[in-house]
Antibody
Framework: QITLKESGPTLVEPTQTLTLTCAFS??????????VGWIRQTPGKALEWLAV???????VYNPSLKTRLTITKDTSKNQVVLAMTNVNPVDTATYYC????????????WGQGTLVTVSS | DIQMTQSPSSVSASVGDRVTITCRAS??????LAWHQQKPGEAPRLLIS???TLQRGVPSRFSGSGSGTDFTLTISSLQPEDFATYFC?????????FGGGTKVE
């Protein structure tokens, strides 16, 4: 059974860096073709894809946020970390991580999500 | 970027109704489309991949069809647990993009 769980701060001040961790089980990020990605959902409910990291450490970012995002993995801990610099109130959202099945680009299983509020 | 347009944005339906949701891509995406269901307060859940492949455990009253730019999600007989918001997602190229969602209420 595949599970993912996001963790990180619930409140971040503007201009700070937001760091989120996705802890997963039930699959290996060492397996060929596998990936983990991040999405966020704004209070208005729109879904926005943020970044993905592949088993071979390839990374793809949403061009609209590329300069602010860094995604990394620690396969020994079964974790993926997303860092977002210089946050502002429009970054207030629920952040989800999810896994991609091998060689596919859809979210297969999703974490429960973590709500992050950006406010001073 | 590939734009995904869902319609309607909301639909009022009753238990037992047939519900059809459409998703249109701004360019040809083949069959690289997924449908996700999200219930209030919950994370999304993958229902259908590759336009028409039902995920394990998804009831057979759900079906997906289409290719190219036009896709459909159909619920043949709406059940109480199906009241939710449904999103389509194109999986052919980055950036991955989602439709705006259809709320079934």
């Amino acid at each position: 059974q595949i599970t993912l769980k996001e963790s990180g701060p619930t409140l971040v001040e503007p201009t700070q860096t937001l760091t989120l961790t996705c802890a997963f089980s039930g699959f290996s990020l060492d397996s060929s073709g596998v990936a983990v990605g991040w999405i966020r959902q704004t209070p208005g409910k729109a879904l926005e894809w943020l970044a993905v990291i592949y088993w071979n450490d390839d990374k793809v970012y949403n061009p609209s946020l590329k300069t602010r995002l860094t995604i990394t993995k620690d396969t020994s801990k079964n974790q993926v970390v997303l860092a977002m610099t210089n946050v502002n109130p429009v970054d207030t959202a629920t952040y989800y991580c999810g896994n991609f099945p091998p060689w596919r680009n859809w979210f297969d299983s999703w974490g429960q999500g973590t709500l992050v509020t950006v406010s001073s | 970027d590939i734009q995904m347009t869902q319609s309607p944005s909301s639909v009022s339906a009753s238990v037992g109704d047939r519900v059809t949701i459409t998703c249109r891509a701004s360019q040809d995406i083949g069959r690289w489309l997924a449908w996700h269901q999200q219930k209030p307060g919950e994370a999304p859940r993958l229902l259908i991949s590759a336009a028409s492949t039902l995920q394990r455990g998804v009831p057979s009253r759900f079906s997906g069809s289409g290719s190219g730019t036009d896709f459909t999600l159909t619920i043949s007989s709406l059940q109480p647990e199906d009241f939710a918001t449904y999103f389509c997602q194109q999986a052919t190229s980055y950036p991955l993009t989602f439709g705006g969602g259809t709320k079934v209420e």
